[in-house]
């Protein structure tokens, strides 16, 4: 007796009495011969079922979940009430050719002259924006063909790096060379098919691009999925004369926040080689950094596009689910999951995702998305438009990271804002935040394990990586009615959050709670699992994906060690235009000085 939990309806709850929690995750960090142990405990059919449980039970999960009454009705995918149109934006043609919604958002943009910075002095360091690779490209000061061959041979200095750190899990130089000639024929033939013919964009290794495998990194995915065409977002790329420098690195099956992967080797933060980038879009992420791409896709089902952007200290965007189609990519049937685009600048975050975006049948069917739409950042409308944006802060929660460096930075940005550009900062409660964790893990993780079953079954669990089976083992444990449960808070999410967007306009938090965690050498032959290091980097992120929201991780600056730190901010549903905008006038306000990776390589202008 005395077990069961009732919440009241919610409607009912009374957001004034809401208590902030600090989240405390209890599990044990785990490396080498100790994780081998752990994963053999907890794959043994009674033991391991038990520990499972008592893991879940310290951590409340049971609680939230099974003990708890909920009277919401289960919401299984995101729901959006209809939404007010942004102000100050044009709209995109979703039925239109990418290549003329990458011409509309080039007029988007503000003024730019490449030609002055050409010849400019390199210091301060910034990275290079594709109008910069453009007009190398129309000025005959360097060619497609002239980069990739820059690309190639910094492939094979990666090659034969000891540990092994790849960027790319899936590299054809001649393919490589083949699209590049044929993106110089049309320059020289006065005929790019668009501002991004010619620019260099990786495939995270869960979207399929030919002639590459879909492996999701791991070492047997291939085997039962072969890839036959294109992904629709890569397909949109590829009609604009994008050029894809083969499948980049990732967590294993986006199976975790770190980016370790000892199939292949760990992907290095450019930033500190000694450091995560982040997961599970490793790769791209530091590829962008590097300045090895101007471009890359990942996908984000827990922050995959956002964490690893912020670590390495450029800008992703998390779409509102639906508003990209995630036909073609290895995680296509979850309803947390979406393909993002990764970039060095907001501007270029803008005109991939305007190539993109464009939602599948089924999802115009189910969701009924609001047209398309990115912000005149060329109109003089813009600057009033800025002042007029409402900005919701749950300040315990914003402060609630592994060091103040992180929130007094963000905190830094948010006064800047209101000084320069009249955002009004409002103080917002989010309630049941645990809860949303929970909810979170218990629904990506039963469609993970939804569709990795059959091939566990057929003995490729023995295959994956130690981290991935410690996650599996806990995926399984959760019954229908967890998920269920998941699905019922999730509705009572969405209410409290459209609640709080009739007052505010996005809500603003750090990217993650801590910056890039160093790498343990015990790590990179079995892996790792550090659920501690894995609640800091997603405590921010998961509002995005249970409840569909867009977000953007755009960068701010750096912490006391020189790491880079990211700004999320959270719009309404289908509001990219709104967190574009504002992403925009941050890095305008954070733009100086940029530091240079330590890992930094141009390919555009090489001396």
């Known amino acids: 007796m005395g077990k069961k939990r009732i919440m009241l309806p919610v409607e009912e709850v009374d957001i ?9 995750i209890k599990a044990p960090h785990l490396t080498g011969f100790l994780l081998k142990l752990f994963v053999k405990i907890i794959e043994a059919p009674l033991l391991g079922s038990l520990i499972v449980y008592l893991v879940k039970k310290e951590n409340r999960m049971v609680e939230l979940l099974r003990n708890t009454v909920i009277p919401e009705a289960p919401m299984f995918k995101p729901e959006f009430p209809p939404q007010e149109p942004e102000p100050g934006v044009i709209i995109m043609e979703e039925d239109g050719k990418p290549e003329d919604r990458v011409e509309s958002a080039l007029k988007c943009l503000p003024h730019y002259d490449p030609a002055s910075l050409w010849n400019a002095d390199s210091s301060p360091f910034r990275y290079w924006k594709i109008r910069d690779y453009a007009h190398a490209y129309r000025s005959r000061l360097a060619t497609p063909s002239m980069v990739a061959e820059h690309f190639i041979s910094v492939m094979e200095e990666f090659r034969n790096k000891k540990p092994p750190a790849p960027l ?12 590049a000639a044929a993106s110089t024929q049309r320059f020289q033939e006065g005929n790019p098919l668009s501002i991004l013919d010619g620019i260099f964009v990786a495939i995270k290794d869960d979207i399929d691009c030919l002639p590459h495998p879909s492996k999701g990194a791991t070492i047997w995915m ?43 080797g760990t992907t290095r933060n450019p930033h500190a080689p000694e450091r995560y980038t982040g997961g599970s879009s490793s790769g791209p992420a530091a590829l962008v950094a590097s300045g090895l791409c101007s471009a890359a896709l990942g996908t984000d089902g827990g922050g995959s596009v956002r964490i690893p952007s912020s670590l390495c200290g450029v800008v992703g965007l998390k779409t509102t689910y639906g508003r990209t189609s995630m036909i073609g990519s290895i995680c296509d049937s979850g309803t947390v999951e979406i393909i993002g685009p990764i970039a060095s600048t907001v501007e270029d975050v803008m005109l991939v995702y305007a190539a993109i975006l464009g939602s599948s049948p089924a999802d115009r069917i189910c969701s009924k998305p609001a047209p398309p739409c990115l912000p005149n950042l060329s109109s003089s409308e813009s600057l009033n438009v800025m002042g007029t944006l409402r900005l919701g802060k749950y300040t315990q929660w914003f ?20 000084k320069n550009h009249g955002c009004k900062v409002t103080e917002i409660i989010i309630p049941e935040l645990n809860e949303m964790r929970n909810a979170h893990i218990v629904s990506i993780g039963s469609e993970s394990v939804s569709s990795l079953n059959p091939h566990c079954y057929d003995g490729k ?60 050498p015990s790590a990179l032959k079995f892996g790792e699992s550090n659920l501690q290091v894995g609640g800091y980097l997603m405590r921010f992120v ?61 390919i555009l202008k090489v001396k």
């Open 16 to 24: 004034s009495a809401v208590k902030y929690e600090n989240e405390v």
């Open 168 to 179: 790319l899990v899936s590299f054809d130089a001649e393919d490589l060379r083949k699209q």
């Open 222 to 264: 291939h085997e039962v999925r072969p890839v036959e065409k294109d992904a629709v977002s890569v397909s949109r790329l590829r009609s604009c004369g994008v050029i894809f420098v083969g499948k980049a690195n990732m967590h294993e099956l986006g199976l975790g926040t770190s980016g370790n992967n000892p199939n292949y």
């Open 399 to 418: 402060n609630d990271v592994y060091s103040t460096d992180i929130s007094d930075k963000c905190e830094d940005v948010l006064n800047m804002l209101s």
């Open 461 to 520: 669990i023995s295959k994956m990586t130690l981290d991935t089976r410690t996650n599996l083992a806990l995926f399984r444990s959760f019954a229908a009615s967890d998920y269920v449960a998941a699905q019922c808070l999730r509705r009572r999410l969405m209410y409290y959050h459209m609640e709080i967007f009739k007052n505010v306009d996005i809500i603003v938090t750090p990217t993650t709670g801590m910056t890039a965690p160093i790498i343990s």
């Open 542 to 602: 998961v509002a995005a994906n249970l409840l569909g929201l867009p977000a953007i991780s755009v960068p701010v600056g750096y912490d006391k060690q020189g790491l880079p730190i990211g700004l999320q901010l959270i719009g309404r549903p289908w509001g990219e235009a709104s967190i574009l905008r504002l992403a925009s006038a941050v890095e305008e306000l954070c733009g100086e000085p940029k530091k240079k990776p330590a890992q930094f390589y141009d």
